[in-house]
């Protein structure tokens, strides 16, 4: 694991803290950046590694650079410039994205890494902060096969599946195909749910019942009981999920796909954020139907 050992992370929040904590715990030799220099002290603190006081810094000696920040702006400002990530990289280092972004961004990295010498791979997850968290997050990745072959061990240390899906952007076409999947069945799920209370059925039997067959999901699973007592802090705000949804709306702009479900529940989770929600988490679609 030689040519692994040097590793970076860049932006620890609710994903990256924990993701960042799992490289160190498998061996790495980790140094973390955060804008908010008390996180990655506090970091420091947890796991042994090092802490740096720019993208650049926290990227010099390491053969691996992981990011998860919040935008595509918010990427480019840790990625070019002289204090970026893509400055500090050694000559034959990846740089591993994990940020959700359009899939327009993640191809211009790869571009601009790839003439320079340097590797880039779009790497976004799935599993929320639980998966971080127990590390079991699903990654899904575009970019070149023999950086992805080089960094998918790594990976590996926070993550229960990392699958190639193709060139740049291909990894965040696919994490969009999952959060047009997700977007449709939390709302189903709200309706499905209201409808029960409303007929004066017993909810928590409802989902007992009902997951045993066709209509089981991972949300009815993990968030059908839980939307029923009208708790939605589990972690993935609906504030982010709006900023997905937006990537995904823009992107069936260019290709030609019809999303009318997608754009519909764009609008409900607005309607959610109207109502104070911002922070709740996407099972929240539940609020708009009126709490039992």
Request: a negative charge; hydrophobic letters at 40%; glycine letters at 12%.
């Amino acid at each position: 694991m030689s040519e692994r050992k040097n590793a970076a992370f860049v932006g620890l929040g609710v994903m990256g803290y924990p993701m960042a904590g799992h490289l160190a715990s498998n061996g790495y030799n980790v140094t973390v950046y955060n804008r908010t220099k008390a996180k990655s002290e506090k970091w420091c603190e947890e796991f042994e590694g090092h802490r740096a006081d720019s993208p650049r810094a926290a990227a010099e000696n390491a053969d691996f650079i992981f990011s998860c920040v919040g935008n595509d702006d918010d990427l480019r400002e840790v990625t070019y410039g002289d204090d970026g990530i893509l400055a500090g990289m050694k000559s034959g280092a990846a740089m591993v994205d994990h940020t959700t972004t359009s899939a327009m961004v993640a191809r211009e990295l790869h571009d601009q890494a790839k003439n320079v010498g340097l590797h880039f791979l779009d790497a976004p997850v799935s599993g929320g902060q639980a998966g971080a968290e127990q590390g079991a997050l699903t990654v899904m990745v575009g970019g070149d096969s023999s950086a992805f072959d080089r960094a998918k061990l790594p990976m590996k240390s926070y993550a229960q599946a990392v699958t190639l899906m193709g060139d740049a952007g291909a990894g965040q076409l696919t994490k969009m195909v999952n959060q047009i999947c997700i977007a449709g069945l939390v709302q189903a799920l709200a309706e499905g749910l209201n409808f029960a209370q409303k007929a004066g059925l017993n909810g928590d039997q409802v989902v007992d019942v009902i997951s045993k067959g066709a209509a089981q999901s991972w949300q009815m699973e993990n968030r059908g009981k839980t939307m029923l007592r009208n708790e939605f802090d589990f972690g993935f705000a609906v504030d982010w999920m709006r900023k997905d949804l937006g990537i995904c709306l823009n992107e069936a702009n260019r290709n030609g796909a019809n999303l009318p479900v997608t754009a519909i529940v764009d609008q409900f989770y607005k309607e959610v954020q109207e109502m104070g929600g911002n922070r709740a988490d996407t099972s929240s679609l539940m609020m708009r139907l009126g709490l039992a």
